[in-house]
Nanobody, 119 residues
Framework: QVQLVESGGGLVQAGGSLRLSCASS????????MAWYRQSPGKQRELVAT???????NYADSVKGRFTISKDNGKYTMFLQMNSLKPEDTAVYHC?????????????WGPGTQVTVSS
């Protein structure tokens, strides 16, 4: 069984920084892409950043230049460095990856970590 666990969320003032981590464990055979999503009350889930197997990255326009996604292939761990945080970045952040685990090809999700940015 594959499990993802996020950490690093918390309360920070606007302009501050946080670094989120996502640790994966279980029967992992191949990860094709990893991503961070966020969701705040009353809003749809938003794709924040993606990193592919070849380390190519994509970012939502709202976080370009402020957030950086990275990964540690050997440990199936993913990170999101968030700088110059704004109140509108407040949300629950979920990590996710698409690939092959014990259950075959599918997308796996973590439970999320709360990020709150005060003005």
């Amino acid at each position: 069984q594959v499990q993802l666990v996020e950490s690093g969320g918390g309360l920070v003032q606007a302009g501050g920084s946080l670094r989120l981590s996502c640790a994966s464990s279980g029967d992992i055979l191949r990860i094709n892409s990893m991503a961070w999503y966020r969701q705040s009350p009353g809003k749809q889930r938003e794709l924040v950043a993606t990193i592919y197997r070849n380390s190519t990255t994509n970012y939502a326009d709202s976080v370009k230049g402020r957030f950086t996604i990275s990964k540690d292939n050997g440990k199936y761990t993913m990170f999101l460095q968030m700088n110059s945080l704004k109140p509108e970045d407040t949300a629950v952040y979920h990590c996710s990856w698409a690939g092959v685990g014990a259950d075959g090809l599918q997308t796996y999700w973590g439970p999320g970590t709360q990020v709150t940015v005060s003005s």
